[in-house]
């Protein structure tokens, strides 16, 4: 009896010490690494060392919005380019201090190795959203650190504000993922000297200073309120004065640095004769697929340039590419789940380029979902039905049916129910949309944007070591694993020596056999 009594007690002080610990960097580190040496003996194939490395995130893009957009783009027996990897897994996504995440807090658990809470950016977990401090002890290196200080070129693009998501873990420190340009830092009353804005950080930062390519969103971020932007017409929000696009100009003297705005400048430039790219192709963000105009390009074309920049001769340590597709969660948040299913092949399509261009011989493939959507698929739709405006049954409360597609939350609530009458007709409610991707599905729960979801992470992966991503593990992880498989920031810890060489296999495919 004392000895279960010790036992429950034990276990108790054990939950207790574990939930302190959650706020100190080395106690993720020290899980991860535990991880690692558990996976690196769970296969006797041949394994390189990635020399390169490419890292795609799909925005909001949880397993049903794959599963909608495999109905949508083709039959519930669709697959898309990055489902055709070799190995898949579940990534726990919950922050230090929130079960759901969001974009800055997850991308930091996956390109810094580890968790912190919600709305932070690569900070120490024990640094709260909003704090007015940015201690170099709390701040968090990325894998692109990494990667610059193993020789790599290192590049992003993404249908984002570049300075927003995902992304600005690659490159920033920040204790709130909302300071993209000084007048943010203000506006929350902290000193611009102490802690630098994000666009600031890409520009002149350590990291972002050196990335041979970014491609994306934002212009509004890197102009001053006294300039306006050339294609808007709008005003820039930085109250500093500085234009941070002619300060990137002129901090690469001596260099060919050439920025772009528009896809035809794209499609004209001649990399071979570029040494650093900066492509701002809208104000805020890229518009969705559906709506892109001439002057904005595909994700797939900027994934195309972002690589020929990277993929060149001089580059001899290999590259780190890192893609980004945000407008999937912000069409989750508008409701409108027919755009977000359009996205998913866009992005399907972009990271199938990369694939096609690069090599699982020396290529890390990765590509995964930072946050998850409330996106649900209830109900019984015959498979042959449009999945965005067919019925999935009749519900037995008030004899209406119902999409085989809903939202727990979203602005889209008000157009289906009605407080005095409850639920309206779906179907009728989709004639009155007549715009096929402005069309919405119900929502439960009336919010002006969509909340995201915390269920796992779907990863998927290809290339040196990638059967360590396979299974269930913690977000954090997956930076460990990508530092492990290229030899980064000495994580590998001998994984070059660990390569298995054909004839090592088959000596020991024989000792096994003979045993």
């Known amino acids: 009896m004392a000895t279960v009594v010790l036992l429950v007690a034990f276990a108790a002080f054990s939950a207790k010490v574990e939930a302190h610990e959650e706020h100190d960097a080395h106690h993720w580190k020290h899980m991860a690494h535990e991880l690692l040496f558990e996976k690196k003996d769970y296969t006797m194939q041949k394994i390189n060392v990635a020399k390169n490395i490419m890292v795609f995130v799909g925005s909001g893009m949880s397993q049903p919005t794959v599963t909608a957009a495999r109905f949508y783009n083709g039959g519930d027996n669709e697959t898309f380019s990055f489902e055709r990897l070799k190995w898949s897994g579940n990534a726990r996504t919950y922050c230090v201090n929130s079960r759901v995440p969001d974009p800055a807090c997850a991308g930091t658990a996956f390109l810094t190795g580890v968790k912190s809470n919600l709305g932070t950016v690569a900070m120490d977990p024990t640094v709260n959203r909003g704090a007015c401090e940015l201690d170099p002890a709390k701040k968090l290196a990325s894998i692109a650190k990494w990667a610059l200080d193993a020789g790599k070129a290192v590049g992003f693009a993404t249908t984002s504000r570049v300075t927003s998501g995902s992304n600005a873990a690659l490159f920033a420190n920040s204790p709130d993922s909302r300071w993209e340009n000084d007048a943010d830092v203000k506006a929350a009353g902290c000193n611009v000297n102490t802690v630098p804005d994000i666009a600031h950080q890409l520009i002149h930062g350590d990291i972002g200073k050196h990335f041979k390519v970014i491609l994306g969103g934002g212009r509004k971020n890197f102009i001053p309120t006294t300039e306006t932007d050339t294609a808007t017409g709008a005003r820039g929000l930085r109250t500093d004065g500085k234009n941070l696009i002619k300060e990137w100009q002129d901090s690469k003297q001596g260099a060919n640095a050439t920025y772009i705005t528009t896809n035809s400048q794209l499609g004209a430039l001649d990399t071979s004769q570029i040494d650093f790219l900066l492509g701002l192709f809208d104000f805020d963000n890229l518009p969705y697929s559906t709506d892109i105009e001439s002057d904005t390009p595909p994700l797939v074309r900027m994934v195309h340039y972002s690589l020929e920049m990277l993929q060149k001769k001089e580059h001899t340590n290999g590259f780190l590419l890192f893609v980004e597709d945000g407008n999937i969660r912000r069409a989750h948040q508008e409701n409108k789940v027919r755009k977000a299913l359009e996205q998913v092949r866009h992005y399907s399509g972009a990271f199938n380029m990369a694939h ?85 599905c119900p929502a439960s729960v009336p919010m002006a944007e969509g909340a995201d979801g915390g269920e796992d992470a779907a990863v998927y992966a290809s290339g040196p070591w990638a059967f360590m991503l ?37 000596l020991a495919l024989v000792a096994k056999l003979c045993a």
């Open 470 to 506: 396979s299974g269930g593990y913690e977000q954090h992880f997956i930076a460990h694993q990508i530092a492990f498989a290229s030899c980064m920031d000495g994580a590998c810890d001998g994984a070059s020596a660990m390569a298995l060489s054909m004839a090592t296999v088959v």
């Open 356 to 440: 096609m261009m690069g090599s699982e011989q020396n290529t890390l493939f990765v590509s995964l979902n930072d946050v998850g959507s409330t996106l649900a698929l209830p109900g019984y739709p015959a498979r042959s039905t449009d999945p965005v405006s067919s019925t999935a049954g009749t519900s037995d409360a008030d004899a209406l049916p119902y999409l085989g597609l809903a939202y727990a939350t979203g602005p889209a609530h008000s157009s289906f129910y009605r407080t005095t009458s409850g639920r309206l007709d779906p179907t009728v409610v989709l004639q009155g949309m007549p715009e096929p991707f402005e069309r919405t």
